[in-house]
């Protein structure tokens, strides 16, 4: 019988939603070209130095529509197109596989990155609905960050040696120029701002949306 990992949201999301911690337009160090970037809620691994620990709890932060996700990402023309981050975005598979799959019928690429490796999202006890999320991937940053491999190198994609850029569609092939050793600052309109790239938790603390003074 095939051994399915438990999803840690079966009972939380409703169908057609998505739990984000946080959700930018016109990132340029997360992926090819200009793109949104949506970071999930939830994540296990507890990675020593992650970017983003107020992403770890499994619990309801920030409850959006399919719908209004990609209405988001296709209201900007500049973007080419969504990067999935987090958390654990394969723990949100079936409803991120279904905002991709919009996402590309307008013509944009998807990308995500992921704390399991290809491998493991190809075995048969993959997260619910992984199958799914990775047909619709243009690339996959596949692994988790180690913190005693850390990549310091402002030419690298990764943050860290073990993990590995997946070119799912060759047309994207000659498009791997971003590199995570640098930092954006986006100030939202409520005055909170989001701090992505390398070691974009926002704080030390690692908080979410802190207001700049």
């Known amino acids: 019988m095939m051994n399915v990992v438990p999803h840690p949201y079966d009972t939380l999301i409703p169908p057609g939603y998505v739990n984000l911690m946080g959700l930018i337009k016109k990132s340029t160090v997360n992926g090819p070209g200009c793109r949104a970037v949506v970071w999930v809620q939830g994540c296990d691994r507890a990675c020593p130095g992650c970017f983003n ?6 619990e309801i932060n920030q409850l959006v529509s399919i719908e209004e996700i990609v209405e988001t990402v296709l209201s900007e023309p500049s973007h080419e197109g969504i990067t ?39 075995r048969q006890d993959a997260p619910t609905g992984a199958a799914d999320l990775l047909a619709q991937l243009d690339l996959l940053i596949d692994g988790p960050y180690v913190q005693t491999q850390a990549i310091h190198d402002p030419t690298s994609p990764v943050s860290s040696r073990n993990q590995r850029v997946r070119v799912l569609n060759s047309a994207l092939r000659d498009r791997i120029t971003w590199a995570s050793d640098q930092i954006e600052i986006h100030v939202l309109k409520d005055g909170s701002r989001i701090v992505t790239g390398y070691l974009g938790s926002l704080d030390p603390d690692g908080s979410w949306g802190r207001k700049i003074p």
């Open 53 to 58: 620990p107020a992403s770890w709890p499994f």
């Open 84 to 122: 999935f981050s987090g958390g654990e975005p394969f723990w949100q598979a079936p409803a991120l596989a279904e905002v991709a799959r919009r996402i590309k019928a307008a013509g944009l690429n998807v990308m995500s990155f992921t704390g399991f490796t290809l491998e493991a999202l190809q």
